[in-house]
């Protein structure tokens, strides 16, 4: 199993252009997520999924757009990127809603919009 | 809403030294509780959990126990060693929620 990856590791944008990062699990979780951080900021959630064709907003969706199409891709899209959008992004999945179910991390893209 | 607050770092601590990281969180009924680590450019995985009142969550010599009555689940190890040096993450769910709340993150290093 390779579990969470992420594609691609690092990319550098100038602004105004626009990207789509890739998740991509292969242990047939229903739920998945994006999230951003940032330093002294922790964790912030950008969207979630609760199953192929769901998706519902985060705590900080906005500039950001999110499809799951098929269950084991959830991608993440910047139309336009702006500078505030510099941040590690990481993606994550879980089994299913039962709520002591760990979360399966990525290891991470680091995006920089210039 | 709900919410996890952590110590904040970072955390230094000489190896064999005994570590605390403190995290109390609100929530309404009785969530699941957990604890991540993240190790240098790596992403957050799994250190321990604990889903009910009193449970003790145990893992790699670290240890954490679900206070009910302090609303708390402070992290702890015994003597800590310089390949613990990562960030810890405090976060939990509620029963039916969707969500993880996850606290800022407590940098620690540990020295030789």
């Known amino acids: 199993n390779a579990g969470v990856t992420q594609t691609p590791k690092f990319r550098v944008l100038k602004t105004g252009q626009s990207m789509t990062l890739l998740c991509a699990q292969d242990?047939?979780?229903?739920?998945m997520y994006w999230y951003r951080q940032d330093p002294g900021m922790g964790l912030r959630l950008i969207h979630y999924?609760?199953?192929?064709?769901?998706?519902a907003k985060g705590e900080v969706p906005d500039g950001y757009n999110v499809s799951r199409l098929k269950k084991q891709n959830f991608l993440l899209g910047l139309e336009s990127a702006a500078p505030s959008q510099t941040s590690v992004y990481f993606c994550?999945?879980?089994?299913?809603?039962?709520?002591?179910?760990?979360?399966?991390f990525g290891p991470g893209t680091r995006l920089t919009v210039l | 809403g709900n919410s996890v607050t952590q110590m904040e770092g970072p955390v230094t601590l000489s190896e064999e030294a005994f570590l605390t990281i403190n995290c109390t969180y609100t929530?309404?009924?009785?969530?699941?509780l957990f604890w991540y680590v993240q190790y240098p450019g790596e992403g957050l995985q799994l250190l321990l959990k604990a889903t009910k009142a009193d449970d003790k969550g145990s893992n790699k010599g670290f240890e954490a126990t679900y206070r009910k009555e302090t609303t708390s689940f402070h992290l702890e190890k015994g003597s800590v060693q310089v390949s613990d040096s990562a960030v810890y993450f405090c976060?939990?769910?509620?029963?039916?929620?969707?969500?993880?709340?996850f606290g800022a993150g407590t940098r620690l290093f540990v020295k030789a």
């Open positions: 994550a999945s879980r089994p299913d809603g039962t709520h002591y179910n760990e979360q399966f």
């Open positions: 976060a939990s769910r509620g029963t039916g929620g969707f969500k993880t709340i």
């Open positions: 242990m047939n979780h229903e739920y």
């Open positions: 999924s609760v199953g192929e064709g769901t998706t």
């Open positions: 929530a309404t009924g009785y969530p699941s």
